[in-house]
């Protein structure tokens, strides 16, 4: 069993920046692709980046390239999502997702999920 638990997110003015922190226990690390979703209010959750378990192979959704990082610290089992320039449209529950081995953008590929935060971007 793989526990998930993201932490980081709050509120945060157009413009600014957050970074959410997702730490794994359970399982070693480092045989995981990652993922990042978000769900806003009354929409599907939506796939927000991807790193393979190495970290040396990353995919980002259109709406967040250039301002948006996905990384890895496998010492650490913990995976980032470093957001920039953050829009009110980024306000979102945000989740990790694990998925042995291999990295996917397909959601029900995933085997586990973190419990999400929440990122408020002001106007």
């Known amino acids: 069993q793989v526990q998930l638990v993201e932490s980081g997110g709050g509120l945060v003015q157009a413009g600014g920046s957050l970074r959410l922190s997702c730490a794994a226990s359970?399982?070693?690390?480092?045989?995981?692709?990652m993922g990042w979703y978000r769900q806003a209010p009354g929409k599907q959750r939506e796939l927000v980046a991807t790193?393979?378990?190495?970290?040396?192979?990353?995919n980002y959704a259109d709406f967040v390239k250039g301002r948006f990082a996905i990384s890895r610290d496998n010492a650490k089992n913990t995976v980032y999502l470093q957001m920039n320039s953050l829009k009110p449209e980024d306000t979102a529950v945000y989740y990790c997702?694990?998925?042995?081995?291999?990295?996917?953008?397909?959601?029900?590929?995933?085997?586990?999920w973190g419990q999400g935060t929440q990122v408020t971007v002001s106007s």
């Open positions: 997702a694990a998925r042995y081995l291999q990295a996917t953008t397909t959601e029900g590929e995933y085997d586990y």
């Open positions: 359970g399982t070693t690390f480092g045989t995981y692709a």
């Open positions: 790193i393979s378990s190495g970290g040396r192979s990353t």
